[in-house]
C-alpha cells in the first residue's frame, strides 16, 4: 500500500551498554505524513527519533531516508537535510532571530539575498512581524515565540523532513494548542514528512496521521488515529488512551462536515469543520436535538444529535 | 560601571602618566620617605621603560598562557580528549601551587638570568585561571543548545568556533582577567633573576632602605593593575552582552 516510503526503518535497535533502548523496530513514514511517536519516558521514543539524523548510531538495522541507505551519508551533511526542533528549543543566544534561522541555509551556502527573503517569509508564515523581530536576541522572547523561531530555524532550507521531539512540552496549554495548529496548517502547505515525539497521547492524536506507541524500547502498535482507539493492541496503549472516554477521543478527531444532511434547525449555525465532539457538546448545552451548520455565512444544512452520537461508537 | 568610578579610573590613568612621563615633578611627595639626602625618586632607568618593559612581560606570558590554556580546555572537553582533562588539571594545578621564586630558581640554570625565566614562571603561574573559566564556561552551556546546533549539521569545528567559544568568550575573558593582574604582581619578583620590570624599583628601595622607592615601585603596580582589571571588565561585560546573556 506505501509504495515509497519517505523514511523507513528496518529492524533497528540501539544498545547504551548492556541496556537495550530500541529493540527491533520496523516503521515506514509516508511522504507528507505526520507519524507521531509516543511513550512514557525511556520507552526509547527519542533514541528513535535520534537515530533518524545519525545523532545516534543503531546497534543494528538500516535506516533509510528518500530511499538511501543513512549511512552512505556523512552525518552533518545527512542533518543539514533534515529539520530538527527539540523542547529546549536550542536557539543560538549570542545571535538574532534572523541569524538563527539562517543557521542551515547559511551552512548550505545560500546567497545572502536568498537568505533575507526566506527569513522574513518563515517570519510571516509563523506571524511575527519580520522588521520587529529579525533583529532580536532569543532572550528578548517569550516562550511561545521562542518555540516558533525553532521550528522556523528547522524548516529553513525547506527539508523533506522534519523531526521533532516534544516540540511544544515547555509551552502552556493555551499556547499548545493554537501551536499545534499552526504547525499542522504549516505541514498541509509545505507537504514536509514529519515524525514528532511525544509523551501526551492527546498531542499524538491531534496531529498524527500515524501513530506509534513505544514501551520500553519495543513498537507495541502502529495505527491511524481512530484505529488506535479502536481497537488498542496492549493494555499499555489502552492505559496511555485513558480508558473512560474513547468515544469522545475519536469524536474529537473528526469533523462535522460528512454528517451534514439536508433540512432546518433552529439557533446559531456552527461553522463546517468543528469537530463531532465539539458540536455534541454544543447540542447538549443549548438543547437543540439539531444544529444548522454554515460555511463562510452560507447555510449548508444541519447536523443531529443522533448522527452525532453515532461518530462515538467503537470503529 | 558607575559614573564615579570610570571618572575615579580616568583620573587615575591620569595621574600615573604624569608620574610616569615626568617623575621629578613628584618629588616633593616621596621627600619625606627617602633617607637623608638621597634621591626621592628612583632614576637609574627610567621608570617609564620599567612600566613598558613589565607590561610586555604580563603581556606575553598572558598571551601564552591563554593559548595554552585555552588549548587544553577545548581538547579536554572534546569527547576524544576526555582522557587528557585529568592530565591538563594536574599541570593547571601544579603550575599553580608552584611558588614562582621556586620555578625562578629552578629557571635560571636552564636558561640563565634576564626575562625567559621570569616568563616561565609567569606562565606557568598564569594557566590555572584561564584554564579553569574556560572549562566551566564550556561545559556550561545549554545542553539544548549543543543538540540542537549538531542536529542542524554543524561540524564539530563549526560548533566550537560559532557556538562553543563565543558564548564561553565571557568566562575565558574573567580567566584571562584574573591571570594578568596575578601576573602584575609576581612579575615584580623577576628583577632577582635580572628582568627589566618595576621590581627592580621596590628591591633597590629594600637593599638600601629607601621606602620612597618601594612605595613608587608598589603604587606603579597597583596602578596598573587596577587599570588593566577595569579595562578587561569593562571588554567582558561586552562579551557577555554580546552573548545575549545580559539583557
Known amino acids: ?315 | 560601571m558607575s559614573r564615579a568610578g570610570a571618572l575615579a579610573q580616568g583620573a587615575l590613568l591620569v595621574l600615573l602618566g604624569t608620574f610616569l612621563l615626568t617623575p621629578q615633578s613628584f618629588a616633593k611627595l616621596f621627600r619625606p620617605f627617602a633617607p637623608g639626602d638621597t634621591a626621592p625618586i628612583y632614576a637609574q632607568t627610567p621608570l617609564l621603560t620599567l612600566t613598558v618593559n613589565h607590561l610586555l612581560l604580563v603581556a606575553g606570558a598572558t598571551l601564552a598562557a591563554s593559548v595554552l590554556a585555552i588549548g587544553f580546555a577545548v581538547a579536554a572537553t572534546r569527547p576524544a580528549g576526555r582522557d587528557v582533562l585529568p592530565f591538563a588539571r594536574a599541570v593547571a594545578n601544579l603550575g599553580q601551587t608552584f611558588p614562582p621564586v621556586a620555578v625562578l630558581a629552578l629557571a635560571v640554570p636552564v636558561f640563565g638570568f634576564g626575562p625567559v625565566p621570569t616568563l616561565v614562571a609567569l606562565v606557568l603561574y598564569g594557566l590555572l585561571p584561564i584554564f579553569e573559566t574556560t572549562l566551566t564556561g564550556l561545559e556550561g552551556l545549554d545542553p539544548a543548545l549543543m543538540d540542537a546546533a549538531r542536529g542542524l549539521g554543524l561540524t564539530d569545528r563549526q560548533r566550537l568556533v560559532q557556538v562553543e567559544l563565543p558564548l564561553a568568550l565571557p568566562m575565558i575573558l574573567s580567566g584571562i582577567r584574573l591571570t594578568a593582574v596575578i601576573g602584575l604582581a609576581t612579575a615584580t619578583i623577576g628583577s632577582t633573576v635580572a628582568a627589566s620590570t618595576l621590581g627592580e624599583v621596590i628591591i633597590s628601595g629594600l637593599l638600601t632602605g629607601n621606602t620612597a622607592y618601594v612605595l613608587q615601585g608598589g603604587l606603579v603596580v597597583s596602578a596598573l593593575a587596577i587599570l588593566i582589571d577595569a579595562g578587561l571588565r569593562a571588554l567582558e561585560l561586552g562579551a557577555a552582552r554580546r552573548s545575549g546573556f545580559a539583557s
Open chain 1, 1 to 315: 500500500m506505501m509504495t515509497d516510503p519517505m523514511i523507513e526503518l528496518a529492524g533497528i535497535s540501539r544498545v547504551f551498554g548492556t541496556r537495550t533502548v530500541v529493540s527491533d523496530v520496523s516503521l515506514r513514514v509516508a511522504a507528507g505524513a505526520i507519524l507521531t511517536v509516543v511513550g512514557t519516558s525511556g520507552s526509547g521514543k527519542t533514541t528513535l527519533l535520534r537515530m533518524i539524523n545519525r545523532l545516534v548510531e543503531p546497534s543494528a538495522g538500516t535506516v533509510r531516508v528518500g530511499g538511501r541507505d543513512i549511512r552512505t551519508v556523512p552525518p552533518h551533511v545527512l542533518r543539514r537535510g533534515i529539520g530538527y526542533a527539540i523542547q529546549g528549543y536550542g536557539l543560538f543566544p549570542h545571535r538574532t532571530v534572523a541569524e538563527n534561522i539562517a543557521v542551515v541555509p547559511r551552512l548550505l551556502g545560500w546567497d545572502r539575498r536568498r537568505i533575507a527573503d526566506r527569513v522574513d517569509a518563515l517570519l510571516g508564515l509563523f506571524n511575527l512581524d519580520p522588521a520587529a523581530y529579525r533583529d532580536r536576541l532569543p532572550a528578548a522572547l517569550s516562550g511561545g515565540e521562542q518555540q516558533r523561531i525553532g521550528v522556523a530555524r528547522a524548516l529553513a532550507a525547506e527539508p523533506p523532513i522534519l523531526l521533532m521531539d516534544e516540540p511544544f512540552g515547555a509551552l502552556d496549554p493555551i499556547i499548545r494548542g493554537q501551536a499545534r495548529a499552526d504547525l499542522r496548517a504549516i505541514q498541509r502547505r509545505t507537504g514536509t514528512t514529519i515524525v514528532l515525539v511525544t509523551h501526551d497521547m492527546d498531542e499524538a492524536l491531534h496531529l498524527g496521521d500515524r501513530i506509534a506507541v513505544m514501551d520500553r524500547g519495543h513498537l507495541v502498535q502502529e495505527a491511524d488515529p481512530a484505529a488506535l482507539i479502536g481497537m488498542p493492541a496492549t493494555d499499555f496503549v489502552r492505559a496511555l488512551l485513558g480508558g473512560g472516554d474513547r468515544a469522545f477521543q475519536l469524536m474529537a478527531l473528526r469533523d462535522v462536515d460528512d454528517l451534514i444532511e439536508p433540512g432546518p434547525a433552529p439557533g446559531a449555525p456552527i461553522p463546517a469543520g468543528t469537530s463531532v465532539r465539539a458540536a455534541l457538546a454544543e447540542s447538549l448545552w443549548s438543547q437543540r436535538p439539531a444544529l444548522p451548520v454554515s460555511r463562510d455565512g452560507v447555510l449548508l444544512g444541519r447536523v443531529t444529535r443522533a448522527a452525532l452520537e453515532a461518530q462515538g461508537a467503537r470503529p
